[in-house]
């Protein structure tokens, strides 16, 4: 399997645009985490779903923040409208219920200007 | 709640031993992990202990855990250029819930 899939790597944009970050899990993995992280906030877990469903997202940080599961292979993170402050690194994780280890992507720099 | 806590920096010589310490809150801490994070990547499980444990062992890696002070500690041995990352301690309770929370990672130097 080629690991957790993230997509842009990097990603540029201007104060009050719309941002989607996008994930591919390992197959058959049942849950999906998005976390931020920034130098002054470390890593936090933005929201996490099991079988597509999401199970917490008391992470996410305002209603500018959405995730979406729409099927056991993909994930979208969206930020309508971006600010610079949401400016971190996003990373992609997923795991199976039978492992304890976390599969993290190689996460989405984002800057906004 | 959940609270991870970790020192930010450590520098070592090569071949010298390292040791990374961790302090958590929350007595329901179940699983405790030890990740590592290479420059521009992901984190990677190094290793993990289930609260029932004192002490794992893996290779050049010794986890000690201290339930009564809540602390948690990885020993490097043997450490080696390749070993420069920054290390995050993480918890997550028992049960269902999957929520792993991280400290705030320790940056290891490794001087040649």
């Known amino acids: 399997d080629a690991g957790v899939i993230q997509s842009p790597r990097h990603e540029v944009t201007e104060m009050g645009q719309e941002v989607t970050l996008r994930c591919k899990p390992i197959s058959g993995h049942d849950y999906l985490f998005w976390y931020r992280q920034t130098m002054m906030r470390g890593l936090e877990l933005l929201i996490y779903?099991?079988?597509?469903?999401?199970?917490?997202d008391s992470g996410m940080p305002e209603d500018r923040f959405s995730a979406k599961m729409p099927n056991a292979s993909f994930s979208t993170l969206k930020i309508q409208p971006s600010e610079p402050r949401d400016s971190a690194v996003y990373f992609c994780?997923?795991?199976?219920?039978?492992?304890?280890?976390?599969?993290f992507g190689s996460g989405t720099q984002l800057s906004v200007l | 709640g959940e609270d991870v806590e970790q020192s930010l920096f450590l520098s070592v010589r090569e071949g010298d031993s390292s040791v990374i310490n961790c302090t958590y809150t929350d007595s329901s801490s179940t699983y405790l992990y030890w990740y590592k994070q290479e420059p521009g990547a992901g984190l990677q499980l190094l290793t993990y202990?289930?609260?029932?444990?004192d002490m794992k062992q893996d290779q050049r890696l010794t986890v000690l855990l201290n339930k009564k002070d809540k602390h948690l500690s990885l020993r490097i041995a043997d450490t080696q250029t390749g070993d420069s990352a920054i290390y995050f301690c993480?918890?997550?309770?028992?049960?269902?819930?999957?929520?792993?929370?991280f400290g705030t990672g320790t940056k290891l130097q490794v001087i040649p």
């Open positions: 202990i289930f609260s029932n444990m």
């Open positions: 994780a997923s795991k199976d219920i039978a492992n304890e280890k976390l599969f």
């Open positions: 993480a918890e997550r309770r028992s049960g269902g819930y999957q929520k792993v929370t």
């Open positions: 779903f099991n079988n597509n469903v999401p199970i917490d």
